[in-house]
């Protein structure tokens, strides 16, 4: 909550002088259909979905995977800026830290491995080969991450909330120390609990992200689509780093660079 009224706050402060911001109600929603909805977390994007009548809505603080179910829903327009960092990204981090590594590991919950089929072959054109591990349960968790551990230069964390958790980044972390390996993401609070590095995008530049897309939609009554926000930061645990011995690179140029490759290959997707 405490966040909620601070981003209210900050977004106020940067939007125009004739919008206005309100408290939603589903009541006040349906005598004003076209009036867009801006939805902070998983909680308050499933009760915008579920009303009657569903407005227009651009969803923050959520995970791919959290608005996966909704994207391709037809009617009033429907965008979210995603929380978690991509893994592209993230992965390319860890190669900006250790740039002689070659393998990546993941794991994933059994099902889903195909999921990192587009991530795998997008990094071996970078030279980075992607294995992914299957958990089939909490309890074969120790010898996946065992074997993952052997196979890559480094582990890549996931926003999969059955594998990292709090009952499960402890152990995580200090098999990856032990294996004298690192965890890169999935998500900035790990970095605090651990991980050595994630990108991660900062209020700021979110709230940009969000003035510039209400401005879209007053103007078109369009919202671009679904994305990771491109501005993003770089944040580094120095204490594993001196742990481990391993020398950090700066975090601007780590960051210039992975925005430079995104730019590229933006481009080579257009041409």
């Known amino acids: 909550m405490a966040f909620n009224l601070l981003f209210r706050e900050r977004l106020l402060e940067q939007l125009p002088k004739n919008i206005h911001l309100e408290t939603f109600s589903p009541a006040a929603s349906a005598d004003r259909p076209g009036q867009l909805v801006i939805s902070l977390g998983p909680s308050a994007l499933n009760e915008v979905m579920q009303q009657a009548v569903r407005p227009p809505l651009l969803a923050l603080m959520i995970t791919e995977s959290q608005f996966a179910q909704y994207q391709n829903l037809e009617g009033k327009p429907l965008a979210a800026r995603y929380l978690n960092p991509p893994l592209l990204r993230q992965a390319l981090l860890g190669r900006q830290i250790l740039p002689h590594a070659s393998r990546v590991s993941v794991l994933a919950r059994a099902g889903s491995e195909q999921l990192y089929k587009p991530l795998s072959e997008t990094l071996s054109d970078f030279g980075l080969e992607l294995r992914v591990f299957t958990v089939e349960n909490s309890e074969s968790l120790v010898s996946t991450l065992a074997r993952a551990l052997n196979y890559g230069d480094f582990l890549l964390g996931t926003p999969d909330p059955a594998i990292y958790n709090r009952q499960t980044i402890k152990h995580i972390l200090l098999t990856t120390y032990r294996y004298n390996r690192i965890l890169i993401g999935p998500e900035r609070a790990f970095v605090q609990a651990g991980a050595l590095a994630s990108t991660y995008t900062p209020?700021?530049?979110?709230?940009?992200?969000?003035?510039?897309?209400?401005?879209?939609?007053?103007?078109?009554?369009?919202?671009?689509?679904?994305?990771?926000?491109?501005?993003?930061?770089?944040?580094?645990?120095?204490?594993?780093?001196?742990?481990?011995?391993?020398?950090?690179?700066?975090?601007?140029?780590?960051?210039?660079?992975?925005?430079?490759?995104?730019?590229?290959?933006?481009?080579?997707?257009?041409?």
């Open 203 to 271: 209020t700021d530049a979110l709230i940009n992200n969000v003035d510039h897309e209400i401005a879209r939609y007053f103007s078109s009554g369009k919202l671009g689509e679904s994305e990771y926000p491109t501005d993003f930061s770089i944040l580094f645990n120095l204490q594993v780093a001196r742990s481990l011995n391993i020398p950090l690179p700066d975090p601007t140029a780590v960051e210039t660079a992975l925005k430079e490759q995104e730019a590229t290959m933006t481009r080579s997707g257009n041409e």
